[in-house]
């Protein structure tokens, strides 16, 4: 169990287009879900965490009119990179945890963005 | 605030032999601790954590951690590694008291050599 999809896997956008990335739990419900960003080589850095039916809380130094979120669901949440940039290319990866046991994130396989 | 440290950013080994990749922490608040595995342009598998309890946690593939809270270490070790093994290790913190934000080391790879 605790298996968490992100779609798709990865996309090749044109600068100034938005992309939507989604992340899934498949077999749990999860009351909050998190967005991560990873560069090559590096750790990953959070980005915001979504608790359903609430607002997104950002973390310090990342643009909410930038990177949407919605988290609509006990199972959705979306990622929306709007007008994306070549800077804006990097590796998101979603995570999830159980509604019941919060101790633990389960991850998505990750979303490869590559803008032009 | 939490840091974690992972002071090998990469770890070469021959396959059969062991390995400790070394992890190390910092929080004013009691914590849970984790590891994990990610494989080539894969998001990130949980390998093994720990919450309470005893202090050797194992996972299913041979890997093992211990917490080690006056040392304020969580290193991971594997008696013999296999080629398979091969990937990027993050350990990582969160608060135990229920702020479930997890902050990440910097990662080791990990490189079987055959």
């Known amino acids: 169990g605790a298996v968490v999809s992100q779609h798709p896997s990865r996309v090749i956008c044109k600068s100034g287009t938005s992309v939507k990335i989604e992340c899934r739990s498949l077999?749990?419900?999860?009351?909050?879900m998190f967005w991560y960003r990873q560069f090559p080589k590096q750790s990953l850095m959070l980005m915001a965490t979504s608790n359903e039916g609430s607002k997104a809380t950002y973390e310090q130094g990342v643009e909410k009119d930038k990177f949407l979120i919605n988290h609509a669901s006990l199972t959705l949440s979306t990622l929306t990179v709007t007008s994306a940039h070549p800077e804006d290319s990097s590796f998101y990866i979603c995570?999830?945890?159980?509604?019941?046991?919060?101790?633990?994130?389960?991850f998505g396989p990750g979303t490869r963005l590559t803008v032009l | 605030a939490q840091s974690v440290t992972q002071l090998d950013s990469q770890v070469p080994v021959f396959e059969e032999a062991p390995v400790e990749l070394r992890c190390n922490y910092s929080?004013?608040?009691?914590?849970?601790l984790f590891w994990y595995v990610q494989y080539p342009n894969q998001g990130l598998q949980l390998l093994l954590k720990?919450?309470?309890?005893?202090?050797l946690v194992k996972s299913i593939n041979g890997f093992e951690a211990e917490f080690n809270k006056s040392q304020t270490s969580f290193h991971l070790r594997k008696p013999s590694v296999h080629i398979s093994d091969t990937a990027e290790y993050f350990c990582a913190v969160s608060d135990a008291g229920g702020n479930e934000k997890l902050t990440f080391g910097t990662g080791t790879r990990l490189t079987i050599i055959p």
């Open positions: 077999d749990f419900q999860a009351t909050t």
């Open positions: 995570s999830a945890n159980r509604a019941l046991a919060t101790d633990t994130q389960y």
């Open positions: 929080s004013s608040v009691s914590v849970y």
């Open positions: 720990y919450l309470s309890g005893s202090t």
